[in-house]
């Protein structure tokens, strides 16, 4: 498990430098020798910026973004060579806020689509963000005709593919959606396995980010039986950060799957004060207990995550899609 020296930062105001105790400064050493990953955490309150800043990214590196859109999940991965990845694109109530958004973090292309499953909080900006940037590879779980639902928010994104023209790539496990052998960087999926669930969560696109010695796992809405699939395929789950699966939900992120998994952060994307208890206390308490890193949406707002292939850092505090979030407005 990679292990994690913290520094607390404001971005407001500057900090005089901390001193850190023995134990860091080993564990500093040891990222320099190929080890441990050290991890920084930088927060700043929610007030300090109306739109996303660029300052805090290195081009250099993968960054990950955990999009802040409510009770709902999206991730905007950007690559060194420039290609964008988006997985998921919030709820109705952010499809007008996100296509900016992205634009503002200088976004005017996205080369591969995800859609993990077709429920709302994870479609509901897709429609928009298809008809504003410019699109390559759109790629979604193949369905069975009992679990196609009719919604007018997934017959409005297949309209915004109709019309751009889009080919869908039908997810199944194994497939490399991206590569970048001399980056040593690769998105492959996991998931969806075949199943014959009415529960569209299960449905859910499952993908791995490996970012040279570092890697990245996204869950979707996948509960405890595709957890369970997964272990059963001997799939490699390892994994140094942890998206969630179904929101910190109970449904999912089981004991022997974390154990699996054995990530050293973990991100839960949630709505402020949200309606359905969630992260549960189970999952928030499992975690803990392993003594991973908890990363909230509802909490901390927006969240990136730097990769260089050896450490991965985290900045917290980054502004929220959803507007008008605290009420300020």
Request: a negative charge; hydrophobic letters at 35%; aromatic letters at 6%.
């Amino acid at each position: 498990m990679a292990r994690y020296v913290k520094k607390y930062s404001s971005q407001r105001k500057p900090k005089k430098p901390r001193f850190y105790p023995l134990w860091a400064l080993f564990a500093a050493a040891a990222v320099a020798i190929g080890g441990w990953a050290v991890q920084y955490f930088q927060d700043r309150p929610a007030d300090q910026a109306d739109a996303p800043s660029t300052s805090l990214a290195d081009e250099n590196q993968t960054r990950v973004y955990f999009l802040d859109v409510g009770q709902g999940d999206s991730e905007l991965i950007r690559l060194p060579d420039g290609v964008n990845i988006l997985i998921d694109a919030g709820t109705n109530a952010t499809e007008d806020e996100l296509p900016e958004y992205l634009k503002d973090l200088g976004v005017s292309r996205i080369d591969v689509l995800i859609a993990t499953h077709p429920h709302e909080d994870h479609i509901g900006g897709m429609d928009t963000v298809i008809r504003s940037l410019e699109i390559g590879k759109v790629c979604m779980p193949d369905l069975s005709a009992d679990a196609t639902p009719t919604t007018k928010t997934y017959e409005s994104v297949l309209d915004a593919i109709a019309e751009k023209g889009l080919k869908v790539t039908r997810a199944t496990p194994g497939a490399v959606l991206y590569e970048n052998e001399t980056a040593d960087i690769r998105l492959t999926l996991l998931a969806p396995l075949e199943n014959d669930d009415d529960n569209l969560n299960n449905y859910s696109v499952v993908a791995k980010l490996t970012c040279g010695n570092r890697s990245f796992l996204f869950t979707g809405d996948a509960e405890k039986e595709v957890e369970d699939a997964l272990l059963a395929s001997g799939a490699d789950l390892s994994a140094d950060v942890l998206k969630c699966g179904h929101h910190g939900s109970k449904t999912s992120t089981s004991a022997d799957f974390l154990a699996a998994v054995h990530p050293g952060a973990a991100v839960i994307s949630c709505g402020l004060d949200n309606d359905y208890g969630h992260p549960s206390d189970p999952v928030v308490k499992r975690l803990n207990k392993a003594g991973i890193s908890i990363y909230r949406t509802d909490q901390q707002d927006t969240l990136l995550a730097q990769c260089d292939g050896d450490a991965i850092a985290f900045t917290t505090g980054l502004p929220s899609v959803l507007p008008d979030k605290y009420g300020q407005g």
